[in-house]
């Protein structure tokens, strides 16, 4: 109870006002301290080098204290099904996209462990929790957009049916993604399999990338749905 005690205080005294107010309108509902997010990793490397386990252990009631967790975990020097079962336990105190993003692309060590970190992402994707399965989407669109799991990837976007807000936006941005390296594998997911808002929503990342030439934007949204 001293160490969460002692841990929050030191959270609290590194409240930075402006970020607070600009995190309450880009996260709204979350509970947050307003800490930003290098001053983060930076904790977290100092927890590595202490009792990190101990840290994990404390019941999260910020989104800072719940994204520190995260990176702990993404800089562990452990075997990969080590750090596996250290993301399955975070899994459900992830409650906004922020934490599920940020740390999500931590994860460097998934580029070392792709089929290994397939079946971790097969998992989430078939949760019923919102951010659990846009973890698996920010996974695949930050380390498996390769020709080797391309034909994985365009299964997941076709088979994945969720009215949920920010499942839907994680798939539009994979989308897009895909679209930047794969143009014209990834054309004919917009041949109206897509469900209206994700489509149209792709539609305005790709036509939003720098690295999209302006023909194959005006062309794109000639997709649009209406």
Not at 82 to 106: G, M
Not at 171 to 192: C, M, N, Q
């Amino acid at each position: 109870m001293q160490f969460e005690e002692n841990l929050r205080q030191r959270l609290l005294s590194l409240k930075d006002e402006a970020y607070y107010d600009f995190t309450a309108n880009l996260v709204p509902g979350s509970t947050h301290i307003g800490i930003r997010i290098p001053v983060l990793r930076k904790l977290a490397k100092e927890f590595l080098k202490e009792d990190y386990e101990k840290y994990l252990a404390v019941k999260s009631l910020y989104s800072e204290e719940k994204m520190i967790k995260g990176f702990i975990i993404a800089g562990l020097k452990k075997e990969f099904s080590i750090i596996l079962r250290y993301l399955e336990a975070i899994l459900p105190e992830i409650d906004n996209w922020s934490i599920c993003d940020s740390v999500a692309s931590s994860l460097k060590i998934f580029k070392k462990h792709l089929q290994e970190g397939k079946s971790f992402i097969d998992s989430c994707l078939k949760s019923e929790s919102t951010y659990t399965i846009r973890f698996g989407l920010i996974l695949l669109l930050c380390y498996y957009i390769n020709d080797d799991y391309l034909d994985y990837i365009f299964n997941v976007i076709e088979t994945i049916k969720s009215e949920e807000y920010y499942v839907r936006m994680a798939l539009a941005w994979l989308i897009s993604v895909l679209y930047v390296k794969y143009p014209e594998e990834t054309l004919r997911l917009f041949d109206g399999r897509l469900d209206k808002f994700t489509h149209n929503k792709a539609i305005s990342k790709i036509c939003d990338s720098m690295q999209v030439p302006k023909e194959k934007k005006d062309y794109l949204r000639s997709f649009r749905r209406k």
